[in-house]
DNA sequence: TTTGTTTTATTCATCCTGTGAATAAATTAC
DNA sequence: GTAATTTATTCACAGGATGAATAAAACAAA
């Protein structure tokens, strides 16, 4: 991940791929619209992205049949020879991936139950690199230009470390050089939910406008942070680690070792763990359960099992105490509410309503939005293969320019 | 306060004036090194601003005696005619007021003792500006260009609204537009801990780079956000409630209505109140205590007062996990502890300390440098004046330039 | 005094970007 | 075939940043 500040042109460029990623095809003159760019400056941007074999124009086989008059626009869209991109998660005890082309068009992706927790780090890179080989290959992938690969904990993006991870147990680890050795591709890595949010926001312009608070809910609980449609970045160029902000003295275990931490409530390994409790299971273990054992906890609360009921409710009060956090610290245009856990998000939320309402100014409240968007361990991929892809971009502007 | 996207002309433009209030008068090869411009380009900022009456070369008297051969430099600084702005800081029972000339020095400044709580809005203004033009009067001020004010409160500093206050009790109180009709002066508003996080941050470089929270623990409990030296905005262009964020479900009374809020326990008026209330006093107030009172207060808890040192303990631990959600949500890199509350740092500092390991991830607090500045109201006034002067220097460049 | 040295400041030609206006291109409508 | 319409390019120009050359203002030394 590039931190060096943008040339107008580099902002420019950037724009205007982003938009071509999102909106698929466009003619100059819509990119000029979408933008608010001139024409002439339109054509002088894509000339060159023509020219560098970026972009191809669209051979238009004329789909309004003639119905309008005038020259008929020719769409740009990414050149196919300019290879793919895969994109990885690593989940508590699985691995996530995609295969997507320059366009950000999906064209493979599988995941593979592989357990990551405590193998050293360099069985841990091992096991990823021959993940992600196997899968290209599978996947008959060619020309893979960059990895882009997304975890849970504190990541460096600039230098692609892992300086904390709960679920790889790791600290400082070089993830990125790592892998790059093994597989021969760069590789770049972002936060999970930072990643998650950056993908959502690509869907929504509202999102990308003002300030928007992404809070992921699911293997763990996780914050994107976007100002402006761009991912915040903290000290050593990270994200948030606001799932571990530890709201009950003395609340649950957490993964990450401390008590009481927002994601000990939420996570569905906290809901799976405490479940068992209740069914006085022997020996809860902290690894992720399956969507389908997740869906049973939920159907059984739905059916009005009162222990289930108080183990959402309290969830719920925390995510509420959270969001709360969250508008009095920020102040954010948009909050979102994402990630696999909002599959309860009935059973959360009077709750959660309740505690947001204690936690918070009314006149505050007021001033943000608060949404659900219901999105799988898909969007997330999506997410980090996207900032991997733009990066790729940047890399062959400068690559150009030198 | 404006917030249009400056062009790069008014970046460097604001860049420059930045420097030379920071540092005094600057030759412009001192400029040039200070800010990586090249002398070129400086010259033809400096032109203008010459030409624009902004700027006047220093008579240089010839300070170093004629020890350094080559042409000497000539030293460009703010011209005394372009007038000056007035600070303003209303606090709970007092108003703090200071002159400044174009330069940002210090011509004089004044406090007037005067509760302003649950004053009509009318009122309020009135009160207000009978009070500034007082001061403006008393201290001689000519030609005046605006005022800078700076209150508690969520404040929407593009339109001088005050959203919310819990002192001066208002909801969507234009205070700019009234105090402007009644003053004939731009007014410009601000939240009081965000005009005290970038006093603090002009006088400190290190805090100018990358991202910085400063709390300022004093009258009330505010978090002054900036990321690259500029201030962080919210949702309505303001800055952040943080004190009032929540801590302790079933914590003390705070004056915007909650209960536990980081106030509520920081605050000088909760610290005096709970003191009373150890003492068994009768009807403890929400006025703010003076300095007197609070020295006091704090001279009996070092002298042993285990009640107080209670409140000290419980104060600290509740700054500990304060800083400690900042930490894990944002991950600064510096993190600023200011204002007057920072006299107690002592009794403050062993709960402080334990709560903040208890609430974060070792890695990631290692990641912030914590450093308490002694700052009392003054710096405030000063961040606010500040501000108002950046602003009129943007005024007055769009102005040349229509 | 004169000439050279040193440091500061300006000027100038140039590059880079972005833009409005004019022009060209490609199509439909009549 | 001509007019109308929409899309795309070209061109001249403006604004801003910069390196290099030049000018300016001092001191140092012969």
Redesign the pocket.
């Known amino acids: 991940m590039t931190t060096l500040p943008l ?3 580099e ?2 460029r950037r724009r205007l791929l982003d938009a071509l990623r999102r909106e698929g095809p466009l ?4 990119i000029g619209q979408h933008l ?12 060159s992205l023509l020219d560098e074999g970026i972009l191809v124009t669209e051979e238009t086989s ?1 789909p309004t049949g ?10 740009l869209f990414f050149a196919e020879s300019l290879g793919s991109v895969i994109g990885v998660w690593t989940g508590f005890n699985r691995i996530e991936l995609r295969l997507v082309d320059s366009a950000g068009r999906n064209r493979a992706s599988r995941h593979v139950e592989r357990p990551l927790r405590n193998l050293g780090s360099e069985e841990l890179m091992d096991v990823l690199a021959q993940c992600i080989s196997a899968f290209a290959e599978e996947s008959g992938a060619h020309n893979v230009r960059a990895v882009g690969l997304a975890c849970q904990g504190y990541v460096d993006t600039r230098d692609g470390i892992v300086a904390w991870s709960p679920v790889l147990g790791a600290r400082d680890l070089p993830l990125a050089s790592g892998l790059r050795e093994r597989l021969g591709q760069p590789v770049l890595m972002e936060n999970d939910a930072s990643a998650m949010a950056f993908a959502i926001a690509q869907r929504n312009a509202d999102l990308r406008s003002g300030r928007t608070a992404c809070l992921m809910v699911g293997d763990g609980v996780g914050l994107g942070f976007l100002i402006q449609g761009e991912l915040y970045r903290g000290a050593r160029f990270g994200g948030s680690e606001f799932g571990h902000v530890r709201l009950r003295r003395s609340g649950p275990q957490c993964r990450c070792g401390g008590r009481g931490c927002i994601e000990a409530y939420l996570a569905d390994y906290a809901l799976h763990r405490d479940a068992q409790l209740i069914d006085h299971r022997p020996a809860p273990t902290l690894l992720l359960p399956g969507e389908e054992a997740m869906e049973a906890i939920v159907a059984q609360a739905r059916a009005g099992d009162p222990a289930l009921l108080n183990l959402f409710q309290a969830a719920g009060e925390v995510l509420g105490d959270a969001v709360g956090i969250l508008i009095q610290t920020l102040e954010p245009d948009h909050i979102v509410i994402c990630g696999p856990g909002t599959r309860a998000m009935d059973l959360l939320r009077p709750s959660f309503e309740a505690a947001l309402e204690a936690q918070t100014i009314p006149e505050l409240r007021a001033l943000a939005t608060i949404q659900v968007v219901e999105s799988s361990i898909d969007l997330l991929t999506e997410g980090v293969v996207m900032q991997a892809l733009r990066e790729l971009d940047l890399d062959l502007a400068r690559l150009k ?1 030198a």
């Open positions: 040339s107008s042109r902002t420019a003619a100059r003159v819509e608010g760019m001139s024409p002439a400056s339109v054509s002088e941007l894509t000339a004329d003639g119905l309008i008059r005038g020259r008929p626009k020719t769409r320019a």
